[in-house]
């Protein structure tokens, strides 16, 4: 599959360190265009609708509307956006709930991050991304 170019980056976290840290990272990798932040998935859905992500970063920890909620709004709002799950939490449960709700990936804010611009790269293309580990793994969607 041929990727976007640039992928378009829609992040939802209320961690302002690692936002930065991310926003930083694909801006000097080159191929990405920033979206920009949400602090919470609140207004994920009429975003995404209006700004038209390839993905969203969004994290499973915050305050206010459930990520999971969330995620299902944001297929309705925005069917072609593809979420990854970020978090500090490697927790089967959650894996699990991020999967069923329709997540393309699932990985650590701790991963290095060349492992998370390859982890965008390869959900934009159409693969499934599963992490945290030292070795991520990947399989076809």
Not at 98 to 127: C, N, Q, T
């Amino acid at each position: 599959m041929r990727l976007p170019n640039p992928i378009k980056v829609l992040c939802v976290d209320d961690d302002e360190l690692v936002v930065q840290i991310l926003k930083i990272t694909l801006k000097n990798v080159g191929g990405f265009q920033w979206l920009g932040q949400l602090k919470d998935a609140g207004d994920l859905a009429a975003t995404a609708r209006r700004e038209r992500p390839d993905i969203v970063l969004l994290d499973l920890c915050m305050p206010g509307k459930s990520p999971f909620v969330a995620l299902e709004e944001l297929k309705q709002a925005c069917p072609s956006a593809r979420a990854i799950m970020l978090t500090g939490y490697a927790n089967k449960h959650m894996i699990d709930r991020a999967i069923e709700a329709g997540a393309w990936g699932y990985l650590s804010k701790h991963d290095e991050g060349w492992s998370l611009v390859a982890a965008i790269k390869r959900v934009a293309g159409g693969e499934f991304v599963m992490g945290p580990a030292p070795n991520l793994e990947y399989a076809t969607r």
